[in-house]
């Protein structure tokens, strides 16, 4: 099969390309697919124009020149020029989004199209507010994304949450349940566990926006009478500034570092030097439609983890992986967690060893590879495109 995945932004720090789907279009690439990668990428402007090749994947990166009409032109012409059996959206959105309603259209006035996938790993539309759009901006971003789900031949889905909202908008199209995978680390960190840690020190991972700063607060302050020589770091960068100042404002004091964002190169150390990671989340949308790479990326790194069970931290943090709080836990009852985990050396070793085999067994990126083949596969069997 000839696979043509169509970017809305580049593989610069944003999650979604290179946790996702690089990983993807490399599996399909060891196993026979000629596989590109179409990406505009306004967000990384100096590998503008540049291509090159990454495992048997062409990665394709458009000039900016012109602006919008001109580079959703660009994207076009590579892909006549590519004639993919098969064109992958990646998030219903932006330039990609567009790409997809110009190809739509096409077929619906009798042109030739390719077959047409998207892959959705975020309701966008939570993010609208919080990205700071302006108003039509968000109004349109928000269009694309319902128009993309009811106007795709198949959808991929990140999240159960995901799986389920496309079924209702768009039944009947074929849906495949595809979370983040993980790529086997080379090593991975041995952390003494025979006893509890004097000094404990606890790693918050955050954009500042999966729980309320006064919820975080609450919890920070029942956890430190539970474990009075507790620390925390927190890592991450927030998506507005103001987010992290209120974060900033609910955990003052003493024992708090701010780390700001971390390198990934720097990742491994960090990991080695904390007893636990932690994942509160709210049960709203924003957090039950995301899969976090960040999650699975900690728990493959045998960190023992304390997550809200929501969404897909459900998921990843079955089968004992993860110490789960219910997701209507209060803050005190999420210290509580956390605070019994970082008394139990034992149940930490236990979480690690079970975390990295669930990882490796249930969301290899091999295995997630195979599912995607196979669901490419059966959609090319159904022979002609149905009516638009």
Request: glycine share 8%; net charge neutral.
């Amino acid at each position: 099969m000839n696979i043509t995945f169509v970017a809305p932004f580049g593989l610069g720090q944003k999650t979604t390309m290179w946790a996702r789907t690089l990983p993807l279009a490399r599996h399909l690439a060891g196993r026979g697919c000629r596989v590109s990668i179409l990406i505009p990428p306004w967000d990384t402007p100096a590998d503008a124009g540049k291509r090159w090749i990454d495992k048997a994947v062409e990665v394709i990166n458009v000039e900016l020149r012109g602006g919008l009409p001109w580079i959703t032109a660009r994207l076009l012409a590579q892909i006549r020029a590519i004639q993919p059996d098969i064109v992958h959206i990646v998030k219903p959105r932006a330039y990609a989004g567009i790409v997809q309603w110009i190809l739509w259209q096409r077929r619906r006035l009798g042109g030739s199209a390719p077959r047409i996938f998207l892959d959705v790993d975020d309701w966008e539309q939570s993010w609208s507010a919080i990205g700071g759009y302006a108003p039509w901006t968000a109004r349109f971003l928000d269009w694309q994304e319902n128009w993309g789900i009811t106007h795709a031949d198949a959808v991929t889905a990140a999240s159960r949450w995901l799986e389920g909202t496309v079924q209702r908008m768009a039944p009947g199209t074929p849906v495949l349940y595809l979370p983040n995978g993980v790529t086997p680390p080379d090593t991975v960190a041995a952390q003494d566990r025979s006893a509890p840690n004097p000094t404990p020190t606890v790693l918050l991972f955050s954009r500042f926006v999966e729980v309320d700063p006064d919820w975080m607060g609450e919890c920070w302050r029942a956890l430190r009478q539970l474990a009075p020589r507790v620390e925390l770091l927190v890592a991450g960068q927030a998506l507005q500034p103001h987010g992290e100042d209120a974060f900033r404002t609910a955990l003052a004091g003493d024992r708090v570092r701010w780390l700001g964002y971390i390198d990934p190169q720097k990742i491994s150390a960090l990991y080695a030097d904390i007893d636990c990671a932690i994942f509160p989340a709210a049960d709203r949308p924003l957090n039950q439609a995301k899969c976090s790479v960040r999650l699975a990326s900690t728990l493959l790194r045998g960190v023992p983890v304390v997550a809200s069970a929501v969404g897909e931290q459900a998921h990843y943090g079955a089968d004992g992986a993860a110490r789960l709080v219910p997701a209507d836990a209060k803050p005190d009852q999420f210290a509580a967690a956390v605070a019994d985990l970082l008394a139990a050396p034992m149940d930490q070793r236990t979480l690690a060893e079970k975390a990295r085999h669930r990882l490796l067994t249930e969301y290899d990126w091999s295995r997630l590879g195979d599912q995607l083949v196979g669901f490419y596969e059966q959609l090319e069997s159904l022979g002609p495109f149905p009516e638009c």
